[in-house]
């Protein structure tokens, strides 16, 4: 036998023997723990191993946290019935009222509040209809802040009343915004209210309002309708993205809750989700007349913010261009908007006897959620003017597919507010000045009646009971602050919605 021979034998019988073979094991071991401290412990600890596997890692919450979470469980609206099974009519609401809608039928009232017992009080859990936030309402640079205090019932009416009062720095007013937010909602229907406006001779600045917005999105709570308002959206293309990809048309951030998503933090994967806003009206001064703007707001918006206006909406009583404003007249809003909110709007000239209590006019307005929907404004019950949804329709343009009329949960805002951004500040505005509303009334279809802040086509109650911080906390102004995820997508993405929308089979009303 060879020496070469010799050798391999014996490195052969001393490799596979039993010292041979834990030298091996123990190598391969020291091997995989390298492998798992330098590469795979970096790895998991990026995709957040952890906290998703380990039931220990509960996140740490402050007591401010907690405090938030209770205040999200006491007030959720989670399982909110589509039908009470108690009425919301107000025992001191006349019997047998009934509303014939645009397409002749009779609706009956499902929901009122005619303010007659003397004394309410609004703050936090102190009405089941209403809460008077306690804020600054910072978005359209008010200059009034928001007082729980400034709104009672007196004489059998709601009674806001905005003061020259520096209550908080650097803002010399004080007034009151009720809102029915996450207690009474509803989609579709006609919403009515009489009202005596606020009025100083030819002075102008005052600003009352009543208005509707959309369950997810909480007005004064900036960091909720980030993203959301005025978005009545539900397709998935460029309109959702952030500035439309068009920062000269929108400073929009992008609809946050968009049909794309179909995973994550949306609270109904495939469908467009926002904050809408229809406008009973908001009133101002108009030289000797007093003026309500009746308005619709939307996004994503059309070029130009023009919309289908010749053929798809129709004004009755209307003043034509070079024509004198007068009262009982009406004509399209000439503010059409801009990039952060399109306006779609109709402007109504009232007698200036019609305020300070003296005397009173009803407004409201009906409408039918969906593609195919409506909104049509009335004053003391007779048409001002329409809108089809075909007037936001799709526009190539700006690269936008169809805009609804809202379908979300929408919910009633009252308020008196004052701000520069609106009208003129009259220097000698008289003060106190008072918003009194006689009464607020809701009628609809008896066939489909949708009263719920958390109906199963459109849920909000959930949503809004797992963002305590944005929901709860005014001072956060922006989505990104509260910590909560924006929802990732593509807009290669489908999903097809867990509940269909019930108002895709309606079909367009007459116009005029």
Partial sequence: MTLKKTYNNWRARLLWSGHGWCNVVTLTL??????????????????????????????????????????????????????????????????????????????????SDEFEKAGRTFGPGEDSNWEAVDLWYWPTRDMEWYDPH????????????????????????????????????FQGG?????????????????????????????????????????????????????????????????????????????????VGRGAPEIDIFEG??????????????????????AIGREKYTHFWNELKAGQTDAANMTRYNSYIGGTFQQSVSGLYYIDPAYSNGNKFMTYGFEYRPGPKGYIRWFVDQKPVWHLDARAVGPNALSKVSQRIISEEPMYIIMNLGISGSFSYVNPNLKFPAQLTIDYIRLYQDPDNIRLSCDPPDHPTGEYIQN??????????????????????????????????????????????
């Fill in 190 to 270: 006609y919403l009515e209210s009489r009202v005596s406006l606020p009025s100083d001779g030819t002075n102008s600045g005052y600003w009352p309002a009543i208005w509707t917005l959309g369950n997810l999105g909480r007005a004064g709570y900036g960091a909720t309708t980030d993203g959301l308002w005025p978005y009545t959206y539900t397709s998935c293309d460029e309109g959702v993205l952030l500035n439309q990809t068009n920062s000269a048309l929108s400073m929009q951030p992008g609809q946050r809750l968009n049909a794309c998503v179909c995973s994550g933090d949306h609270p109904s994967y495939g």
């Fill in 30 to 111: 020291i091997l995989v723990v390298l492998l798992f401290v330098f590469i795979g412990l970096p790895v998991l600890s990026h995709y957040n191993w952890g906290h998703r596997h380990t039931q220990s890692s509960t996140p740490t919450l402050s007591d401010y946290d907690i405090q938030l979470n209770q205040l999200a469980l006491n007030f959720s609206s989670v399982g909110q019935l589509l039908n009470p099974k108690t009425s919301l009519v107000d025992p001191d609401s006349p019997s047998g009222l009934t509303w014939t809608s645009v397409d002749g039928k009779d609706w009956k009232l499902v929901f």
């Fill in 284 to 305: 101002s001064m108009s030289g000797s007349l007093l003026s309500a703007s009746m308005s619709n707001q939307v996004a994503p918006f059309d070029f130009h913010y």
């Fill in 467 to 512: 963002h305590p911080r944005a929901y709860y906390n005014a001072n956060l102004t922006l989505w990104k602050q509260t910590g909560y995820s924006w929802p990732s997508f593509k807009l290669s993405n489908t999903c097809k919605p867990k509940v269909p929308s019930p108002f895709d089979a309606d079909d367009y009303v007459p116009i005029s």
């Fill in 150 to 185: 400034h709104a009672t019932t007196a004489g059998g009416n709601l009674v806001i009343t905005i003061d020259k009062n520096e209550s908080h720095p650097n803002l010399p007013y004080t007034s009151s915004m009720l809102q029915s937010w996450n207690k009474r909602c």
